[in-house]
C-alpha cells in the first residue's frame, strides 16, 4: 500500500506565504508524476502545479509566478512553495502521486493524501 501524508499550510496573511510537503511512504518501486491539486469550498477538485520524476513542471495559470512546485526523489517528497498569497487561494490542498508498486507496469496507480488546509484571510 502507498501513503501520502501532507503537512503546511494553516493561516496565512494575505501577500503571505508558506510550503507544503507531501511524502510518500509504503510500496514505493517508482514514483512518476507528483502533483498538487486544490479543493475549495463549493467547487470542484482542480489542478495546481505537477512535477515529473525528471523535474519538468507544469503550472495552472492562476498560479504561475506565485508557486513553486519541487521534489526531493531521494525522499520521495514533494513540496509546494506558495507565495504572495490571496484569499481566493483559501482550499484544501491535496498531494497527489503516480506510483509504482513493483516492476510491473500493471502495478501503477494515481494515490491522494488525506488533504491540507490553507485558509488565506487577515
Known amino acids: 500500500q502507498v501513503q501520502l501524508v501532507e503537512s503546511g499550510g494553516g493561516l496565512v496573511q494575505p501577500g503571505g506565504s508558506t510550503t507544503l510537503s507531501c511524502a510518500a511512504s509504503g510500496s514505493l518501486f517508482s514514483i512518476d508524476t507528483m502533483g498538487w491539486y486544490r479543493q475549495a469550498p463549493g467547487k470542484q477538485r482542480e489542478l495546481v502545479a505537477t512535477i515529473s520524476r525528471g523535474g519538468v513542471t507544469n503550472y495552472a495559470d492562476f498560479v504561475k509566478g506565485r508557486f513553486t512546485i519541487s521534489r526531493d526523489n531521494a525522499k520521495n517528497t514533494v513540496y509546494l512553495q506558495m507565495n504572495s498569497l490571496k484569499p481566493e487561494d483559501t482550499a484544501v490542498y491535496y498531494c497527489?502521486?503516480?506510483?509504482?508498486?513493483?516492476?510491473?507496469?500493471?502495478?501503477?496507480?494515481?494515490?491522494w493524501g488525506q488533504g491540507t488546509q490553507v485558509a488565506v484571510s487577515s
Open positions: 497527489n502521486a503516480n506510483v509504482r508498486t513493483t516492476i510491473s507496469l500493471l502495478s501503477r496507480g494515481t494515490y
